[in-house]
Nanobody, 123 residues
Framework: HVQLVESGGNSVQAGASLRLSCTVAGLAFEDYSMAWIRQAPGKEREGVSCITWNDKSKYYGDSVQGRFTISRDSAERTLFLQMTNLKPDDTAMYYC?????????????????WGQGTQVTVS
């Protein structure tokens, strides 16, 4: 049974920082590329960042480039997203997702497994 469980979401002021975590169970974490994907009310899902299975490459959406950093810890089977200089436009539900296909922030249908999400609100 595959489980992706996000945590770390909160309500913060603009300019603050947050660190999201996603713990993974039930799949070979080291074989999967992982991503953070967000969705704001009334908007389409948006790929935030993706990290390859071997931690060799990282990809970011234009709106978060330079402010967010994705990382992974295979020993802990955990995915992270360090978010700095948060803006109101970053307000969304943040999901982690896993794929055994190519890493992407565009083709979100590639991701086979998804978590339930953690809410980030920036005011």
């Amino acid at each position: 049974h595959v489980q992706l469980v996000e945590s770390g979401g909160n309500s913060v002021q603009a300019g603050a920082s947050l660190r999201l975590s996603c713990t993974v169970a039930g799949l070979a974490f080291e074989d999967y590329s992982m991503a953070w994907i967000r969705q704001a009310p009334g908007k389409e899902r948006e790929g935030v960042s993706c990290i390859t299975w071997n931690d060799k490459s990282k990809y970011y959406g234009d709106s978060v480039q330079g402010r967010f950093t994705i990382s992974r810890d295979s020993a802990e089977r955990t995915l992270f997203l360090q978010m700095t200089n948060l803006k109101p436009d970053d307000t969304a539900m943040y999901y982690c997702a896993a794929t055994d296909r190519l890493c992407t922030t565009t083709f979100l249908e590639r991701f086979q497994y998804w978590g339930q999400g953690t809410q980030v609100t920036v005011s």
